[in-house]
């Protein structure tokens, strides 16, 4: 089974896929996760890798198809998270899946409107104690006492680019090229949305609910 997920920052993406992934049992495969682990084990493609996020440029696609083909190689029951992020990235996956006779089972978008991103994202806090690295919502989940943290008592902090600017900034760059690929999935029959408001009271169970719905309707 071959899941992509889609969703901006601050929608639940990770969340919702975490909880796919315990239900059927696949590999939760983010992009970031496998960056850093091709660069920690030196490997020819994390040492490409490396060079263009030292610059702070953006790793080319054809190093990241290389990377993450890699990975599925060995693996049959996916969830993609953060990739593909652009077309060449969703042609060349259709091209692999293609060649070894897998299909992709759903293209799961996550949709929380703006205003929700970032209402949550703003109100997000986390504990000061690196070690530690709780995570916490003044809104939504706040902490017993107000401003420590409930499991070692550290003081909480804001993240420096969870101010409402940074992440309106975030969510434009999110939409400009993820647009394509919404349409590219739509064409092929594969995008189901969810529509999530996040003051309505949907829950994250009520999110992997729906996504469940989906699954077991197309696979
Ligand atoms: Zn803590």
Do not use: W
Not at 38 to 52: C, D, N, S, V
Not at 131 to 147: L, Q, R
Not at 182 to 191: D, H, S
Not at 194 to 208: G, P, Q
Request: charged share 30%; glycine share 6%.
């Amino acid at each position: 089974m071959y899941i992509i997920m889609l969703g901006a920052p601050g929608t639940g993406k990770g969340t919702i896929g975490n909880e796919i992934c315990k239900k059927y049992n696949l590999v939760h495969l983010a992009t970031g996760d496998i960056f850093r682990d091709e660069m920690k084990r030196k490997t020819e493609l994390g040492m490409k890798a490396e060079e263009y996020i030292s610059k702070g440029e953006l790793v080319p696609d054809s190093v990241t198809i290389k990377m993450v083909e890699g990975k599925l190689d060995k693996l049959d029951n996916v969830l993609l998270d953060g990739f593909p992020r652009t077309i060449p990235q969703a042609e060349a996956l259709n091209e692999y899946l293609n060649k070894t006779n897998k299909k992709i089972t759903a293209v799961i978008n996550l949709n929380v409107p703006d205003e929700d991103i970032i209402k949550r994202t703003s109100s997000r806090v986390i504990c000061s104690n690196k070690d530690c690295g709780a995570s916490y919502n003044t809104i939504f989940m706040p902490p017993k006492v107000e401003g420590i943290c409930d499991i070692c008592g550290s003081p909480l902090i804001k993240r420096k680019d969870d101010n409402p600017e940074t992440i309106k900034e975030r969510l434009q760059v999110y939409y400009k090229n993820t647009k394509p690929l919404i349409e590219f999935y739509e064409k092929m029959g594969l995008l189901e949305s969810i529509y999530i408001n996040i003051y309505s009271e949907t829950t994250k169970e009520d999110t992997t609910k729906k996504a469940v719905e989906i699954i077991e309707k197309r696979k």
